[in-house]
């Protein structure tokens, strides 16, 4: 399906990519060569999360599977638009590395942290910050998880005003919040040296759950992600809008999976790459077991 198509109909899937949420995966063995052309030997963190997400692409559609719509969260919106044919797995591997050392920057400049906050609404969270000018809401994940970014010595004040478990997030920096504005700033300029290309599949935008389908709508979502709120929410609405039935999350850990049971949305399910793949695999010998059952 090209880009510009309507999406309509039920039986859509989509592919999803996660943030940096869990876990910090090696970069894929295979991709290791390619990555140190391009920015040496030292491979930043979030050049391993796009490594794994632009491999797990690479090897779904490799199977002939191929998504009507894409989305990411946060970090993972690079892998979304890797996916669609936005840009080159060389020219990912650039932008991220800027992104990390960006977002590296701005940590040792304004020192900053995130709190995930469970079993709590989202609405609730943003009233119990009231005007707070430390501390914002980063990321509407679910209907029960809300992550707050802001100042290292002020967050902890203002996230005991909330109720719910609070997570520290491991992370130096106030993501997605007016705090990292000078390192979006630096992206803007990045981005505008890559050659994008019209993607293949629509990409739903993290910051409003909007269809993206040309070039320089992918570009701007990814000037403009890293100061504004993560909305998730907004996502999920968006793909349930469209009847999409399925997910495959691709980048590894599973958490945009796993978060999706916070939402009541029973014509959505998620499956993670590595499920999806045993499932192909179940059922190709199925497939085979019925065929040395006819010849005998």
Not at 1 to 15: N, Q, R, S, T, Y
Not at 68 to 74: N, T
Not at 203 to 229: H, Y
Not at 268 to 278: A, H, I, M, P, S
């Amino acid at each position: 399906m090209a880009a510009g198509e309507v999406l309509e109909g039920g039986g859509l899937k989509a592919f999803v990519f996660p943030g940096q949420g869990g876990g910090v995966p090696g970069a894929p063995e295979e991709t290791i060569a390619a990555i140190r052309r391009v920015i040496g030997d030292v491979v930043p963190d979030q050049v391993k999360f796009f490594a794994r997400a632009a491999r797990d692409a690479d090897e779904v559609l490799s199977l002939d599977v191929y998504p009507d719509v894409v989305a990411g969260h946060s970090l993972g919106e690079y892998g979304a638009a890797y996916s669609a044919g936005c840009f080159d797995f060389e020219a990912g591997v650039w932008l991220v590395a800027h992104r990390d050392r960006f977002l590296a920057e701005v940590a040792e400049q304004v020192p900053g942290g995130m709190v995930a906050i469970l079993r709590a609404n989202p609405d609730e969270v943003a009233a119990a910050l009231g005007d707070s000018s430390d501390s914002v809401v980063s990321n509407y994940n679910s209907p029960k998880q809300t992550v707050v970014s802001g100042l290292r010595e002020t967050l902890g004040e203002a996230v005991a005003k909330i109720k719910g478990r609070k997570v520290p997030l491991n992370v130096a920096f106030a993501a997605h919040s007016p705090y990292v504005a000078s390192a979006a700033e630096k992206m803007k300029g990045v981005l505008d040296q890559v050659e994008f290309k019209t993607p293949d599949f629509p990409v739903v935008s993290a910051i409003d759950g909007s269809l993206l389908i040309t070039s320089e709508a992918v570009r701007e979502a990814l000037k403009n992600q890293m100061v504004a709120p993560v909305r998730w929410i907004k996502v999920v609405d968006t793909l349930a809008r469209l009847r999409v039935e399925e997910w495959i999350e691709l980048g590894g850990g599973g958490v945009l999976t796993r978060m999706l049971r916070d939402f009541e949305v029973p014509s959505l399910r998620g499956v993670t790459f590595e499920d999806f793949r045993t499932r192909l695999s179940e059922q190709a010998q199925s497939f085979l077991n019925r065929g040395d059952e006819n010849r005998i």
